[in-house]
């Protein structure tokens, strides 16, 4: 009989690419991961594996099995929660992956009004940014994903079914006292000797910026890379570079100005399941919360702006996310 957990493995090895790929995501040595792989191809009778140089890749029969075993496993996880919640829905684990600014925003709302109203449910939340939550979703690591279908170098496929929660601007952010701090659109090739704050190479915003900088016909000089919004913004807040960041990840704390810029950019944020696999109850609870808070935040925000009115200048707001319908 086939150990579920080797399917797993092969599995990811679909999804990864590389057997010290698949190592690190379950936190196993590359030897640990190849002599479960081996024990694999003894319990099927089948070579599931054959080696191109150093590394190796999936003959066929490794390629059907690997892809057949998600949703073999997603039917397990699957009634597996049914037993444990067997007449109380809905109940047992779901991995919700996010990327960092929808986690305070998004996520923890959500997962702290499942708290209180599904005690049995048990949610996971992994901060997860867009090149990370795409492989992470399809070689079953999580059920669900907060990310973006901006991403131009790793496109959602026909393999996902897609749950639209908003849009999100992305604005130029500025010291209060910097000449980009001024009023109206922004023209960003007016900053292009500007100092530079980005995020780690190969993410979605470093990729964005880069784009949106290089069509405005200029390559930012980068003072600084930080893997946290936090941090940039702190960076901004000290006069020592600008940064484009969504409207999600600008937090009012920090004394920062923001801009939309000239010719808008909006980044159009969905929950992600895998398609074709049972969508457990607990999932769409999940589902269900999420778009519950983007209704209750859209809500909020035209009740903070009637009652505000005013211009914050020189501070960074609430950007107001636009909830989108489902289609």
């Known amino acids: 009989m086939m150990n579920p957990w080797r399917l797993r493995l092969l599995s990811r090895l679909d999804t990864l690419g590389t057997v010290r ?28 594996l054959e080696r191109t140089g150093r590394r190796v890749r999936l003959t066929p029969a490794g ?4 892809r057949r075993a998600r949703a073999v496993l997603d039917h397990m996880e699957t009634v ?36 209180r109203e599904h005690p ?33 170098e790793l496109p959602l496929g026909p393999d996902l079914d897609l ?7 992305i604005l130029l952010v500025a010291p209060p006292e910097h000449p980009a701090a001024g009023r109206g659109p922004a023209d960003l090739a007016a900053y292009a000797d500007e100092p ?27 003072v600084c890379r930080f893997s946290n919004y936090m941090m940039t913004l702190q960076h901004v807040e000290a006069g020592l570079s600008i940064t484009l960041l969504p409207g999600l990840a600008v937090d009012r704390r920090y004394r920062v100005a923001t801009r939309e810029l000239a010719a ?11 398609r074709g696999s049972p969508t457990r109850a607990a999932v769409h609870v999940v589902l269900d919360a999420l778009r519950h808070n983007q209704d209750h935040n859209q809500d909020h925000d035209q009740d903070h702006d009637r009652d505000q009115g005013a211009d914050h200048e020189g501070r960074a707001q609430s950007q107001g996310l636009t909830p989108l319908d489902d289609e």
């Open 21 to 48: 790929a698949v190592a690190q995501a379950a936190d196993l040595s590359p030897s640990s991961v190849s002599q479960q792989l081996a024990v694999l191809e003894t319990e099927t009778g089948t070579q599931l």
């Open 63 to 66: 390629l059907i099995l690997a």
């Open 80 to 115: 597996e929660a049914e037993l444990r919640g067997f007449g109380e829905e809905p109940a047992g684990l779901v991995r919700l992956g996010a990327f960092q600014s929808a986690i305070h925003t998004m996520a923890v709302p959500a997962v702290t009004r499942l708290a």
């Open 120 to 152: 049995h449910l048990d949610v996971e939340l992994l901060q997860l940014e867009p090149h990370e939550s795409m492989p992470a979703l399809r070689g079953g690591d999580v059920d669900i994903i907060i990310t973006t279908t901006d991403f131009d």
């Open 163 to 169: 749950v639209p929660l908003a849009t999100d601007p």
């Open 196 to 222: 530079w704050a980005l995020d780690m190479p190969q993410s979605y915003m470093a990729n964005l910026a880069l784009r949106l900088c290089r069509q405005a016909q200029f390559e930012p000089r980068v």
């Open 264 to 274: 808008p950019v909006r980044r159009t944020i969905t929950a992600a399941i895998r």
